[in-house]
């Protein structure tokens, strides 16, 4: 499976941006899609992934929503209230294996390029 990430971008602190994953090739049906960032000077961390349902970093939880489309071949995250310390590089990635623990990076086989959000105070 190849994703591609887009969407990133400059926002000032408390507006919104909206990131997708596309895989090419096929849908998305039964892979568990995470979505991941990382600063710099910092570790590759959780944001959120949707399976059966959605989970989310504590971080994020009540300003970041992950969706899939009906076609299946695009999740979304959508980021409102950004603060700059959600500044990072953000990354997307699928596992279509496991049955917990897709909180951890290693889960996941499959992952997009990143795509870069900034946050300005």
């Known amino acids: 499976v190849q994703l591609q990430a887009s969407g990133g971008g400059l926002v000032q602190a408390g507006g919104f941006l909206g990131l997708s994953c596309a895989a090419s090739g096929r849908t998305l049906t039964g892979y568990v899609v995470g979505w991941f960032r990382q600063a710099p000077g910092k570790e590759r961390e959780f944001v959120a992934y949707i399976n059966l349902g959605a989970v989310y970093a504590d971080s994020v939880k009540g300003r970041f929503t992950i969706s899939r489309d009906n076609g299946k071949k695009t999740v979304h995250l959508q980021m409102n209230s950004l603060k700059p310390e959600d500044t990072a590089v953000y990354y997307c990635?699928?596992?279509?294996?496991?049955?917990?623990?897709?909180?951890?990076?290693?889960?996941?086989?499959?992952w997009g390029q990143g795509t870069l959000v900034t946050v300005s105070s």
């Open positions: 990635a699928a596992t279509s294996f496991g049955s917990s623990g897709y909180t951890m990076p290693a889960m996941y086989s499959y």
